[in-house]
């Protein structure tokens, strides 16, 4: 089991850039995949990015491509999602989760057994 904590949320300008970052327990983060997703009031779990258990793979939704980076310190039980050139269409309640199973870069939310709290994303126009 691994429990996971995001920070770095904030108020940001539109064209700006923020890093959310999602720090995990435990001994055994890099056994799990790992994937960002946001959500707005009245919608789904929209993803975002995922990375490998290596951090050598990465991929996105093509929403953020280009503007967004996932990456991981292993060393640290950290993930962190730097999102540059933000629009107000990002603003967002922003979740990390943890995807046990075999395999990565999942962009379905039922397939991620461990969710963080969030971290609210606002970005004006």
């Known amino acids: 089991q691994v429990q996971l904590v995001e920070s770095g949320g904030g108020l940001v300008q539109a064209g700006g850039s923020l890093r959310v970052s999602c720090a995990a327990s435990?001994?055994?983060?890099?056994?799990?995949?790992m994937g960002w997703f946001r959500q707005v009031p009245g919608k789904e779990h929209e993803f975002v990015a995922a990375?490998?258990?290596?951090?050598?793979?990465?991929t996105y939704a093509d929403s953020v491509k280009g503007r967004f980076t996932i990456s991981r310190d292993n060393a640290k039980n950290t993930v962190y999602l730097q999102m540059n050139s933000l629009k107000p269409e990002d603003t967002a309640v922003y979740y990390c989760?943890?995807?046990?199973?075999?395999?990565?870069?999942?962009?379905?939310?039922?397939?991620?057994?461990?969710w963080g709290q969030g971290t609210q994303v606002t970005v004006s126009s």
């Open positions: 990375i490998s258990r290596s951090g050598r793979s990465t």
């Open positions: 435990g001994r055994t983060f890099s056994s799990y995949a």
């Open positions: 989760a943890a995807d046990p199973n075999m395999g990565w870069g999942r962009s379905n939310r039922n397939e991620y057994d461990y």
